[in-house]
T-cell receptor, first 111, second 117 residues
Framework: QKEVEQNSGPLSVPEGAIASLNCTYS??????FFWYRQYSGKSPELIMF????GDKEDGRFTAQLNKASQYVSLLIRDSQPSDSATYLC???????????FGTGTQLKVEL | GAGVSQSPSNKVTEKGKDVELRCDPI?????LYWYRQSLGQGLEFLIY????????KSGLPSDRFSAERTGGSVSTLTIQRTQQEDSAVYLC???????????????FGPGTRLTVL
Protein backbone atom coordinates (compact mmCIF):
# COMPACT_ATOMS: atom_id res chain seq x y z
CA GLN A 1 0.00 0.00 0.00
CA LYS A 2 1.33 3.41 -0.96
CA GLU A 3 1.66 5.92 1.85
CA VAL A 4 -0.36 8.54 -0.02
CA GLU A 5 -2.76 7.57 -2.77
CA GLN A 6 -4.55 9.66 -5.35
CA ASN A 7 -6.51 8.84 -8.47
CA SER A 8 -4.26 9.87 -11.36
CA GLY A 9 -7.18 11.03 -13.50
CA PRO A 10 -7.57 12.91 -15.69
CA LEU A 11 -10.57 14.40 -13.96
CA SER A 12 -12.55 16.47 -16.42
CA VAL A 13 -15.08 19.04 -15.24
CA PRO A 14 -16.91 21.77 -17.13
CA GLU A 15 -16.10 25.40 -16.43
CA GLY A 16 -18.04 26.67 -13.42
CA ALA A 17 -18.51 23.23 -11.88
CA ILE A 18 -17.11 21.90 -8.60
CA ALA A 19 -14.01 19.75 -8.89
CA SER A 20 -13.48 17.20 -6.13
CA LEU A 21 -10.01 15.77 -5.61
CA ASN A 22 -9.43 12.95 -3.15
CA CYS A 23 -6.48 11.53 -1.27
CA THR A 24 -6.02 8.73 1.25
CA TYR A 25 -3.03 8.13 3.48
CA SER A 26 -1.80 5.15 5.43
CA UNK A 27 0.01 6.66 8.46
CA UNK A 28 -2.66 7.11 11.11
CA UNK A 29 -0.32 9.34 13.10
CA UNK A 30 -0.04 11.96 10.35
CA UNK A 31 -1.00 15.44 11.48
CA UNK A 32 -0.20 17.79 8.59
CA PHE A 33 -1.75 17.71 5.14
CA PHE A 34 -1.05 19.87 2.14
CA TRP A 35 -2.42 20.41 -1.34
CA TYR A 36 -0.06 21.64 -4.02
CA ARG A 37 -0.85 22.58 -7.60
CA GLN A 38 1.68 21.86 -10.32
CA TYR A 39 1.42 23.20 -13.83
CA SER A 40 3.27 21.29 -16.53
CA GLY A 41 6.97 22.08 -16.43
CA LYS A 42 6.67 24.10 -13.23
CA SER A 43 7.35 23.42 -9.59
CA PRO A 44 4.60 22.74 -7.03
CA GLU A 45 2.88 25.73 -5.49
CA LEU A 46 0.97 25.55 -2.22
CA ILE A 47 -2.81 25.75 -2.42
CA MET A 48 -3.82 24.92 1.13
CA PHE A 49 -2.79 23.13 4.28
CA UNK A 50 -5.01 21.56 6.92
CA UNK A 51 -4.21 20.16 10.35
CA UNK A 52 -7.60 19.66 12.02
CA UNK A 53 -10.58 17.48 11.20
CA GLY A 54 -13.29 19.24 9.27
CA ASP A 55 -13.35 21.82 6.53
CA LYS A 56 -11.07 24.73 5.82
CA GLU A 57 -12.07 27.29 3.21
CA ASP A 58 -9.90 29.74 1.29
CA GLY A 59 -11.62 31.53 -1.55
CA ARG A 60 -12.77 28.98 -4.12
CA PHE A 61 -10.87 26.19 -2.39
CA THR A 62 -12.03 23.99 0.49
CA ALA A 63 -9.88 21.34 2.09
CA GLN A 64 -11.59 18.57 4.03
CA LEU A 65 -9.88 16.27 6.51
CA ASN A 66 -11.23 13.11 8.12
CA LYS A 67 -8.52 11.53 10.24
CA ALA A 68 -10.70 8.59 11.28
CA SER A 69 -11.09 7.61 7.63
CA GLN A 70 -7.54 8.76 6.75
CA TYR A 71 -8.95 10.83 3.97
CA VAL A 72 -8.28 14.37 2.76
CA SER A 73 -9.94 16.11 -0.13
CA LEU A 74 -9.83 19.38 -2.03
CA LEU A 75 -12.91 21.02 -3.52
CA ILE A 76 -12.56 23.71 -6.16
CA ARG A 77 -15.72 25.74 -6.69
CA ASP A 78 -16.47 27.62 -9.90
CA SER A 79 -13.68 25.79 -11.71
CA GLN A 80 -11.82 27.82 -14.30
CA PRO A 81 -9.67 26.68 -17.25
CA SER A 82 -6.70 28.16 -15.38
CA ASP A 83 -7.29 25.55 -12.67
CA SER A 84 -6.24 22.85 -15.14
CA ALA A 85 -3.12 21.34 -13.56
CA THR A 86 -1.94 18.38 -11.53
CA TYR A 87 -2.95 18.52 -7.88
CA LEU A 88 -0.60 16.89 -5.43
CA CYS A 89 -1.65 15.70 -2.00
CA UNK A 90 1.21 15.70 0.50
CA UNK A 91 1.38 14.40 4.04
CA UNK A 92 3.93 14.68 6.81
CA UNK A 93 4.44 11.03 7.72
CA UNK A 94 6.36 9.02 10.25
CA UNK A 95 6.53 11.77 12.84
CA UNK A 96 9.24 13.45 10.85
CA UNK A 97 9.44 16.49 8.66
CA UNK A 98 9.49 15.25 5.08
CA UNK A 99 6.52 15.50 2.78
CA UNK A 100 5.30 12.27 1.25
CA PHE A 101 3.48 13.01 -1.98
CA GLY A 102 0.79 11.22 -3.85
CA THR A 103 1.33 10.81 -7.58
CA GLY A 104 -1.12 13.62 -8.28
CA THR A 105 -4.49 13.99 -9.97
CA GLN A 106 -4.62 15.72 -13.33
CA LEU A 107 -7.54 18.13 -13.52
CA LYS A 108 -8.90 19.41 -16.80
CA VAL A 109 -11.45 22.21 -16.77
CA GLU A 110 -13.22 22.35 -20.08
CA LEU A 111 -14.88 25.35 -21.69
CA GLY B 1 9.88 38.91 -1.29
CA ALA B 2 12.33 36.57 -2.97
CA GLY B 3 11.39 32.93 -3.12
CA VAL B 4 13.54 29.83 -3.22
CA SER B 5 16.07 29.99 -6.01
CA GLN B 6 17.93 27.13 -7.65
CA SER B 7 20.76 26.95 -10.12
CA PRO B 8 21.35 25.92 -12.76
CA SER B 9 17.84 25.66 -14.19
CA ASN B 10 19.02 23.02 -16.63
CA LYS B 11 22.04 20.78 -16.57
CA VAL B 12 23.07 18.29 -19.22
CA THR B 13 25.96 16.04 -18.34
CA GLU B 14 27.60 12.87 -19.52
CA LYS B 15 27.34 9.62 -17.66
CA GLY B 16 30.09 9.31 -15.09
CA LYS B 17 30.56 13.04 -14.50
CA ASP B 18 29.92 14.77 -11.18
CA VAL B 19 27.31 17.53 -10.87
CA GLU B 20 26.51 20.13 -8.24
CA LEU B 21 23.07 21.63 -7.81
CA ARG B 22 22.55 24.74 -5.73
CA CYS B 23 19.62 25.92 -3.63
CA ASP B 24 19.18 29.31 -2.00
CA PRO B 25 16.25 29.19 0.45
CA ILE B 26 13.90 31.95 1.47
CA UNK B 27 15.71 34.28 3.86
CA UNK B 28 15.13 33.26 7.46
CA UNK B 29 13.92 29.75 6.67
CA UNK B 30 15.77 27.33 8.89
CA UNK B 31 14.56 24.11 7.28
CA LEU B 32 15.62 23.06 3.78
CA TYR B 33 14.58 20.00 1.81
CA TRP B 34 15.64 18.33 -1.41
CA TYR B 35 13.23 16.29 -3.50
CA ARG B 36 13.37 14.88 -6.99
CA GLN B 37 10.69 14.25 -9.56
CA SER B 38 11.28 11.73 -12.31
CA LEU B 39 9.14 11.31 -15.42
CA GLY B 40 6.21 9.17 -14.47
CA GLN B 41 7.18 9.15 -10.81
CA GLY B 42 5.92 11.25 -7.99
CA LEU B 43 7.95 13.65 -5.94
CA GLU B 44 10.35 11.76 -3.72
CA PHE B 45 12.13 13.08 -0.65
CA LEU B 46 15.92 13.04 -0.63
CA ILE B 47 17.25 14.91 2.42
CA TYR B 48 16.23 17.44 5.06
CA UNK B 49 18.38 20.08 6.77
CA UNK B 50 17.62 21.90 9.99
CA UNK B 51 20.20 24.64 10.10
CA UNK B 52 23.43 23.10 8.86
CA UNK B 53 22.74 19.58 10.09
CA UNK B 54 20.87 16.86 8.22
CA UNK B 55 18.78 14.82 10.65
CA UNK B 56 17.09 12.91 7.83
CA LYS B 57 19.07 11.62 4.87
CA SER B 58 16.85 8.61 4.38
CA GLY B 59 15.84 9.45 0.82
CA LEU B 60 19.30 9.65 -0.72
CA PRO B 61 19.24 6.78 -3.23
CA SER B 62 22.92 5.83 -3.04
CA ASP B 63 26.26 6.95 -1.67
CA ARG B 64 26.85 8.82 -4.92
CA PHE B 65 24.47 11.44 -3.57
CA SER B 66 25.51 13.91 -0.90
CA ALA B 67 24.41 17.32 0.26
CA GLU B 68 25.64 20.03 2.51
CA ARG B 69 24.38 23.30 3.85
CA THR B 70 26.56 26.12 5.06
CA GLY B 71 25.78 29.19 7.13
CA GLY B 72 22.25 27.93 7.62
CA SER B 73 21.48 29.15 4.13
CA VAL B 74 22.69 27.86 0.76
CA SER B 75 22.69 24.13 0.12
CA THR B 76 24.49 22.09 -2.51
CA LEU B 77 23.39 18.66 -3.70
CA THR B 78 26.23 16.73 -5.30
CA ILE B 79 25.80 13.67 -7.48
CA GLN B 80 29.00 11.79 -8.23
CA ARG B 81 29.52 9.50 -11.22
CA THR B 82 26.10 10.34 -12.63
CA GLN B 83 23.99 7.59 -14.15
CA GLN B 84 21.15 7.88 -16.66
CA GLU B 85 18.64 6.97 -13.96
CA ASP B 86 19.66 10.15 -12.12
CA SER B 87 17.90 12.19 -14.82
CA ALA B 88 15.09 14.06 -13.09
CA VAL B 89 13.99 17.45 -11.87
CA TYR B 90 15.63 18.21 -8.55
CA LEU B 91 13.51 20.44 -6.37
CA CYS B 92 14.51 22.33 -3.27
CA UNK B 93 12.05 23.58 -0.68
CA UNK B 94 12.37 25.61 2.48
CA UNK B 95 10.20 26.27 5.50
CA UNK B 96 10.30 28.72 8.37
CA UNK B 97 10.50 26.13 11.10
CA UNK B 98 10.11 22.40 11.15
CA UNK B 99 8.44 20.72 14.06
CA UNK B 100 8.83 16.98 14.03
CA UNK B 101 5.62 15.31 13.01
CA UNK B 102 3.87 18.56 12.29
CA UNK B 103 5.59 20.23 9.42
CA UNK B 104 5.53 23.87 8.50
CA UNK B 105 4.59 24.90 4.97
CA UNK B 106 7.29 24.11 2.46
CA UNK B 107 7.84 26.47 -0.47
CA PHE B 108 9.44 25.08 -3.58
CA GLY B 109 12.03 26.53 -5.89
CA PRO B 110 11.79 26.28 -9.68
CA GLY B 111 13.91 23.15 -9.82
CA THR B 112 16.96 21.99 -11.75
CA ARG B 113 16.30 19.71 -14.68
CA LEU B 114 19.18 17.23 -14.86
CA THR B 115 19.72 15.19 -17.98
CA VAL B 116 22.40 12.50 -17.98
CA LEU B 117 23.36 11.35 -21.45
Amino acid sequence: QKEVEQNSGPLSVPEGAIASLNCTYSDRGSQSFFWYRQYSGKSPELIMFIYSNGDKEDGRFTAQLNKASQYVSLLIRDSQPSDSATYLCAVITGGGNKLTFGTGTQLKVEL
Amino acid sequence: GAGVSQSPSNKVTEKGKDVELRCDPISGHTALYWYRQSLGQGLEFLIYFQGNSAPDKSGLPSDRFSAERTGGSVSTLTIQRTQQEDSAVYLCASSLVSRAGFGDTQYFGPGTRLTVL
